[in-house]
């Protein structure tokens, strides 16, 4: 049976792909091949670095192909690159590798009880808008919404949430978040319509964020109650947000960065 992060790979691959073809990715062809180079490149070094015996080494130091280490390929440091570009706008390219060095050196080191709490791919859009705050913004329009990419998303989503028991967050984060924004942040804003709420959901990348990102199964609780806790809570924490800031995308991630480090409590 093929591994979860081996889905979830090819799952955000395909977009990529699909995204490069028929929507607007800001990144060339070159230039992701560049960051996905990068990112197997420096994982396996950190890798190796931390665990000798699991890579073979020939030649000019050259990662030797072997099974052992063919096991160890980085699908989920690729996913959270994946992730970056599709989320992440910026004009210099170093800065998509500054972040993945980062989110892939908190989830290897920073851990709470040997587990690693913080979702990758928002970790590394996080420190993106902490430390390049002009040059790096989180867009969510580079997938377009073609309704029948909506779709194939959708059904990608669906058999993972099915596999790790997560379809409860989705639902719950969606509901209430339409709910509280109607009565927290649309009613007070005498500018801002609900058709603005509305039209988030036609992004194919914001319901990326509530199905792929919302749902690591790493960083969410396994259990039912909980996730609904987790889900109540980035939509208390967003909304609230944008009724003291403003209407902006980066507090739903800033929200999911937050309680991200509870989710060690929880479970």
């Known amino acids: 049976m093929i591994r979860l992060q081996q889905q979830q790979f090819f799952n955000l691959l395909l977009l ?31 890798s190796a670095k931390a665990n000798p015996t699991a890579f073979k080494f020939v030649g000019y130091r050259r990662v ?62 996080i420190m993106a808008l902490f430390l390049f705050y002009d040059d790096a913004h989180i867009v969510l329009g580079q997938l377009g919404d073609e309704p029948w990419l909506t779709l194939l998303l959708s059904v990608m989503a669906f058999f993972i949430l099915v596999r790790v ?12 978040y339409l709910l509280f924004q109607y009565l927290f942040v649309v009613n007070i804003d005498p500018v801002l319509m609900m058709e603005e709420i509305y039209h ?48 902006r995308i980066q507090h739903l991630f800033l929200a999911l960065f937050a309680f991200s480090l509870f989710v060690p409590l929880l479970e």
């Open 16 to 46: 990529l792909f699909l995204g490069s073809f028929f929507s607007n990715i800001y990144l060339f062809w070159w230039e992701i091949g560049v960051v996905l180079l990068f990112t197997i490149m420096f994982d396996w070094g950190v």
């Open 64 to 125: 030797g192909f072997s099974r052992h280490n063919l096991s160890n390929f980085p699908y989920s440091s690729l996913i959270t690159a994946i992730g970056i570009m599709l989320m992440m706008v910026s004009t210099y390219l170093y800065i998509y590798f500054i972040v993945i060095v980062l989110a892939i050196l908190q989830k290897k080191y920073l851990h709470i009880n040997k587990q690693h709490f913080f979702n990758p791919s928002n970790f590394a859009l």
């Open 165 to 176: 028991n997560r379809w409860i967050i989705p639902l719950v984060f969606t509901l209430f």
């Open 200 to 247: 988030r959901f036609y992004s194919i990348s914001f319901i990326l964020f509530i199905l792929f990102m919302l749902t690591d199964p790493r960083t969410t609780p396994s259990l039912w109650y909980y996730q609904i806790l987790f889900a109540l809570s980035i939509v208390l924490l967003s909304t609230a947000l944008d009724y003291f800031n403003g209407f």
